[in-house]
């Protein structure tokens, strides 16, 4: 699911119907001239289930200043958020107790909160510019490497991670999409899903809908 709003959108949010996303959720600001305030999947309980899943990502929002995934319980990859200046606290994600991958938060916030985080399969990196409360890492069981900074002059994410995906970037596609319209009478029991090559576009009016995102969705 690849999120770029390049028009007046502010706030964007999923449909309440959305519980799970098997591959990547990449959120985009691109050039850093969105309008974006908020992003906001109350009911989505997990993302990243399927092989070579960048996890969710949330980077180059020059506005944004909320995320909230209440229900978000478990992420099988990265969870990724970076170079989101406006983004003065991360308290979205009460819910989310595993990550197969890494958390990797960096930028100018002011303060996290990951209460019910217990288990991390990769590294954990926290940076930012301001003077943070780090959570014990000591009650956490992380695989890899950890790391919790504040007052960092210039916060980095991990190697591996300071490249956003970019649409066309993604696993198994090789050429440019097919773009196919997902009806606005699609009823409730379809799950909207595509192909790893195929993509579905849809509008505000025909998301309401969508219960499961297995292939590449772009908005």
Not at 59 to 68: D, E, Q
Not at 106 to 135: H, M, R, Y
Request: hydrophobic share 35%; net charge negative; with cysteine.
């Amino acid at each position: 699911m690849y999120i770029h709003a390049n028009w007046t959108v502010q706030n964007v949010t999923f449909p309440a119907s959305l519980k799970e996303i098997t591959g990547s959720c990449v959120c985009d600001g691109g050039n850093m001239t969105q309008l974006v305030r908020a992003i906001t999947a109350s009911s989505l309980t997990s993302v990243g289930t399927s092989p070579n899943s960048a996890g969710i990502v949330v980077s180059n929002y020059a506005n944004i200043s909320s995320l909230s995934f209440p229900k978000l319980a478990t992420v099988g990859s990265n969870l990724v958020i970076s170079n989101n200046p406006s983004l003065n606290t991360i308290n979205g994600f009460g819910s989310l107790n595993a990550v197969t991958g890494n958390v990797d938060i960096t930028g100018d916030f002011e303060s996290f909160e990951l209460p019910s985080l217990a288990f991390v399969n990769g590294s954990f990196n926290v940076q930012s510019t301001k003077n943070i409360t780090c959570p014990d890492l000591l009650n956490m069981n992380i695989k890899g490497s950890a790391t919790c900074q504040g007052n960092v002059a210039n916060p980095q994410p991990l190697m591996e991670d300071s490249v956003t995906p970019q649409e066309g970037n993604f696993p198994n596609v090789t050429a440019a999409p097919t773009l196919v319209p997902v009806s606005s009478t699609r009823t409730a029991s379809a799950t909207a899903t595509t192909t790893s090559a195929t993509v579905a576009t849809t509008s505000a009016t025909s998301m309401s809908s969508i219960l499961k995102v297995s292939g590449i969705l772009y908005l």
